[in-house]
């Protein structure tokens, strides 16, 4: 870190002397200041304000001397070249962590760039350095008295700094002679030697070397803005280059390793040749230095014989071959012609089209000419000896509303757009919007560019709204384009035309997937028997992949299993071509039939049920399940055999809308499906789990009596179907709301041994284990804590063996109640983090809340308030995103109280004023009154509050609400534990309040 101290406390120095005899001058300018200037005088002036006074402490510490200025352009002067160099470091990083106007970071000349490990490497004016050493003519300036330098050595420091650009530092070889001896002295920075250049105006040729902090040595330039002839056929580009960091770090890296050949795949569109151009650009020094090869680039897209291609590259590089006849002689000739120019980076553009001519071309090329290196831009593989295959994705999305400046497919659009309307990105909201477009684009760069430059006619909502209609938007207007991206429908056309017939007949398949597909599924639903002399299945989705048309990724929720999918324009053109395929409805059929197997395999018919590993399997079909769903109910006229699809689908969702929400989704695919079921006849034993499914989504809603409502209608379609398991399960749900009314636990109990004697007649185990947890709990309501922990130990153990981890993680918690009850505080603490661990493992957000709510309630009675308040707030966000209402209220009224007893009650304050709006007549009556209860523990803290400031009358008023809920409390039910702990701890603060001075109002409460 150089000179940290700038950042404590402004030094004060004598003034400096001006240097004679051997002196190093720097001459500094800023990059882009004109453009600056005329965007916002005032922002420039102010950005100019803080760039001197940079530049002016630097100095005054580093005992430096301030020859003149002249607008932005500093002239320095040093008498030593170690200290000279120092001072151009400091300032650099000093820049990079200024406080620069957010209007100019804003600009494009300003703007903030992060490097590949996440460091900042640009950030405020760009500020280009020269530094030379010499014996300039010194010579004091008549009007201001200050020493002022004359001579060639100052034009040679002049051409030097006007060589570099805006954040480099560009040193001279006598200056590099006297300082590389000491760079561990001035923070061991980053050099590169750049090699002899001609500056204009000077005769003799000057070696310059670059150098940065070792902090910014990710940044990147074009060659010195030199007179050096440049071996290249590469044209600037038009526009600016955005992103791909990652992947032009990891082309060095490759070349750096003698690496030969590096092929670019991806689809259409996803930028190839933007990077191939960009990385030949900014590599030229590379390969034009001291006489090297150059950088040539040559399109090859419209090549189709060994002979074409050969033609197409030595017209690039200027290599005439109209006397050869054979294509081998051409072949050797231009290897030959590539030899001679040694170290050279030859870009050829577009090869798929010839990829099976690669071994006579470029795999000949690369043994010709031994320091050569190809770098080469197909939609598939070249599968030579020694190529390595970069792949290119789409670029980087946003993740969240804080990650939008950060996307590189956002800061594209955001550059496109205001090119064309500046200012139409002016708010969070509108960043929020561009976060979604460039999502439904899939973060492919020629969409971006092609739909961001309609922003001149559309707002961005409207632009959102009309990208539905995918590829008749996505149209340039730029007429120099290549042909094959003036459409994204084009560039995906150009892929699709150079597929087998059996390959465009399987892509297009491909079409009816959602989310991605295994081997597995591909194998049963594409169909191409029509087509005699396709090979396997797996070998055409692997062409397809290799082409760039499918994808592969590892899913996060199940690593190590391969799946293939399309981005979202891909598939969209694929649909386009499957409605003109015999296959069109047969291969729709075929992927409900293969799911709703899949479905019945992975989500057995029981609440809780599938265990970890089919969960995971679960929810990555979780798309084709729902596509399936939506392709059943959409079948017109509706059948019998539709709707029992569509009933089979939702069923098998039903186990990840249970654990993971959304509830609202489940709801309403539910009610859809019974919908039709209804009218259509459909299987009664389907109807009978859809009403058990439906009953708990009412429960949890917070509509008991509908919930009960709806299980005695699937009880009548059990009984007609024969499926004593749903009738089992029907009871007991049943049995769970009258438990949870607290007044009918006779008849709860019957239910539940209803349950479980039919549940044992038909020897299901792991159904059994889910019920022992279910009398646990029933025990726990009736007080008899010993049986209730001897009945959810036997429900954890019993689901540890099925290996259903969902119910072991239940029981857990509950288990943690039970213990807070006995007041075994640190069991019940155990108890749930291991249940808060399950649920993390299992990715159950609805169990995670549970176990995170509870271990709140004892972090509560134990006064530990702050790891209370940030269980609670967890607890709260599962239950938000999973739409659990019931137990979303119920944590934020303790979240409330417990704010209250730490002292925080503006916050408690709000959400006590919120509960009051919410919450619906239906909630569950121990629900109501333990909400109540936490409502009277934050009055008994308000009224503590309220005395310890000497407000009594507040006081007084707060302390009888706190009183009477205690004293209705103590009339109503106790048998729910969540009541007996909200009364706990009100009975607790009742007790600790002041005596105030109203006689009517006792200090504590009445036994």
Known sequence: MLLSFFYMKRIELNQVSPPTGFVTLIFTDVQGSTGLWEKSSDIMRASLGIHDQIMRETLEVMRGYEVKTEGDAFMVAFCDPVKALHWCLTVQERIINA??????????????????????????????????????ECKPDPQTGRMDYFGPMVNRSARIGG????????????????????????????????????????????????????????RRFPPPKTLNPILTNLLPSASSFIGREKEIFEIDGLISRNVRLITLTGMGGMGKTRLANNYGTTRLKDFSNRGEGGVWFCDVSEAITVSEICEMVGRSLQVPLFSEKSEETLIRRLGSAIAERGKILLIIDNFEQVVQHASRTISQWIKLAPFAVFLVTSREALRLHGEVVKELFPLSLPEGESDLSKSSAVRLFMERAEAVRPGCVATMEDMSNVGKIVQRLDGI????????????????EDLMARLSRHFGMLVSAVRDSPNRHLTLRKAIDWSWDLLEPWEQSAGAQCSVFRSGFDLEAAENILDVSSFPQAPPVFEIVQA?????????????????????????????????????????????????????KLGRLLAPRFPGGGGDKRLRQLSLEEENLRAVHKWALTRMPPTRESANLALEAVLALDSLFTTRG???????????????A???????????????????????????????????????????????????????????????SGKQMEEAREKYESALSLLTEIGDKTCVASLLGDFGCYWLARRDLERAVEFLDKSRLANREVGNQLLEGLSLTNLGIIYQEMGRFDQAENAFLQAISLGKELYDRRLQGFSLGYLGFLFQEEGRFVEAINSFREAINSCNEIGELSYHGFYLAALGSCLACNGSFSEADSIFSSLNTMRQETISPPFAQTEKLHFGLYEAC???????????????????????IFREAKKGSLESEDVRFALRLLTKAIKALPKLSDPGIPSSPQK
């Open 99 to 136: 406080e620069w106007p957010t209007e100019l970071i804003e600009s494009i000349d300003a703007s903030e760039v992060i490097g590949t490990h996440g460091r900042r490497i640009f950030y405020g004016l760009r500020v280009r350095m020269g530094v030379h050493s010499g014996f300039p």
């Open 163 to 218: 060589a570099a650009h805006g954040g480099q530092i560009l040193i001279s070889g006598l200056v590099w002679d006297r300082i590389s001896p000491h760079l561990s002295d001035i923070g061991s920075p980053v050099t590169e030697d750049l090699g002899e250049h001609r500056l204009k105006g000077l005769e003799s040729t000057e070696r310059l070397v670059a150098i940065l902090p070792s902090s910014l040595s990710e």
């Open 445 to 460: 760069p020629l969409a971006i560019e092609l739909a961001a430059p309609r922003i001149s006619i559309f707002s961005l």
């Open 544 to 596: 397809l992949r290799v082409k760039s048309i499918v994808r592969s990724f590892e899913s996060e929720e199940n690593p190590g299993r391969i799946r293939f999918g399309m981005y979202v324009t891909v598939q969209e053109y694929a649909r386009e071509k499957l409605q003109n395929l015999p296959q069109k409805n047969s291969a729709h059929c075929r992927h409900a039939d293969y799911y709703v």
């Open 662 to 676: 959304p509830f609202q989704a489940r709801e309403e695919f539910l009610d859809s499906a019974m919908k039709t």
């Open 678 to 740: 209804s009218e259509t006849g459909a299987d009664p034993g389907l109807l009978a789990w859809a009403c058990e499914a439906r009953g708990r989504a009412f429960l949890v809603a917070g509509f008991p009596p509908k919930s009960e409502e709806i299980y005695e209608k699937g009880l009548v379609f059990a009984r007609q179907s024969g499926d004593k398991k749903a009738e089992a399960f029907l009871m007991r749900n049943i049995g769970l709301k009258k438990m949870f």
């Open 942 to 964: 308000r009224a503590g509050h309220f005395a310890r400031m000497g407000l009594v009358e507040k006081a007084i008023i707060s302390a009888k609400r706190a009183r009477s």
